[in-house]
C-alpha cells in the first residue's frame, strides 16, 4: 500500500525544501535521530531546557510567539511528527503518531513556526493563556503545556526492522511522559496567533517501522510556576522587614 503523502516545506534559512510532524514521549538512550529545539522569536533566542523529575522544561513567557526546531542527525531522511498541546501542528487533528508531518533531508534541519493552515501559509505559535489556546478554543484541554515530537526513519530497500525491544522502549516512554508531574492547572498554553507566508508541498514518505525511532517531549510553563514545582531555583528578595536602628554613622541630632 502506498504511504500518505507528506506535506513538504521550504526552509528558508538554508534554502532547502524540508518536511515534518509531531507526537509525544522522551527519547530512550542510543536512539537518537534528531535535535529539537525551541526558539522564542520575540526573545529572538533560544529556550534552555531544564531536567526535572525525569523530563525536561523551557520556560514559556505570555505574549512571546515561539518556533519548533527539528535537526535530522541521521543520514537518511527523517519524517517528524509535531504535536503542541496534544494537536498536530499540521492537520489539527488530536495528534497521533500515525499522523502527518515533516519529512527532513539528511543533516538538514526544518523551523516549524506555527499551525499549518495552507500549502502557503501558518498560524504562528504565541504563549497564551490556558482558556486562549487553541486546544482549549477546540474543546481539548486535557494536554495543554507539552510539545512532542515523533522521528521515523525512513524505509529503505532490503534494510531490517529495527528490533522490537526498541519498539517497546518508545512505546513506554510515551505512556510515562503521560503520567508525569506536574502544577494542578496549566499556566500557559499555545495559541493561534498572526497569519504568515510559510510555503509548503506534499511528498511521498514510507516509514521504517508503526513505531517512532524516537519520541521528545518538552514540558513548557511560565516561570513563577516552575519556580513553585521546584524545577527552576526561587529568586532572593531582599528582606525589608527587620528595620536596623543604627542605619547611618556616629554624630548629633540635627535641626528637622
Known amino acids: 500500500m502506498h504511504p500518505r503523502p507528506m506535506p513538504r516545506f ?4 538554508i534554502l532547502l525544501w524540508c518536511i515534518a510532524a509531531a507526537c509525544a514521549a522522551t527519547a530512550h538512550a542510543g536512539s537518537r535521530v534528531a535535535q529539537v529545539e525551541v526558539h522564542d522569536r520575540t526573545a529572538g533566542e533560544p529556550l534552555a531546557v531544564y531536567r526535572k523529575f525525569g523530563e525536561r522544561w523551557i520556560v514559556g513567557e505570555r505574549g512571546h510567539e515561539y518556533t519548533i526546531r527539528v535537526r535530522n542527525d ?11 498541546d496534544g494537536v498536530n501542528a499540521v492537520t489539527g487533528q488530536t495528534a497521533s503518531p500515525s499522523q502527518s508531518g515533516y519529512v527532513i533531508e539528511p543533516g538538514e534541519y526544518v523551523t516549524v513556526e506555527g499551525w499549518r493552515k495552507s500549502l502557503e501559509r501558518t498560524a504562528a505559535f504565541v504563549f497564551t493563556t490556558p482558556s486562549r489556546a487553541y486546544a482549549a478554543r477546540t474543546h481539548r484541554p486535557d494536554n495543554i503545556g507539552v510539545i512532542g515530537v515523533a522521528l521515523f526513519r525512513e524505509r529503505e530497500r532490503y534494510r531490517v526492522a529495527a528490533p522490537a525491544a526498541e519498539t517497546g522502549d518508545a512505546q513506554a516512554a510515551q505512556r510515562s511522559a503521560a503520567k508525569s508531574a506536574g502544577p494542578a492547572a496549566p ?6 496567533g498572526r497569519s504568515e507566508y510559510s510555503p509548503a508541498q506534499w511528498t511521498a514518505f514510507e516509514r521504517e517501522s508503526d513505531t517512532p525511532s524516537q519520541v521528545v517531549v518538552l514540558r513548557y510553563e511560565s516561570r513563577d510556576s ?15 522587614d527587620r528595620p536596623d536602628p543604627f542605619p547611618a554613622a556616629f554624630g548629633f541630632v540635627p535641626d528637622p
Open 74 to 84: 541521521s543520514n537518511a531522511r527523517v519524517l517528524a511528527v509535531i504535536s503542541v
Open 226 to 240: 516552575l519556580m513553585a514545582m521546584g524545577v527552576l531555583p526561587r529568586e532572593r528578595v531582599p528582606r525589608r
Open 10 to 13: 521550504r526552509c528558508t534559512a
Open 187 to 192: 499556566s500557559l498554553g499555545t495559541g493561534h
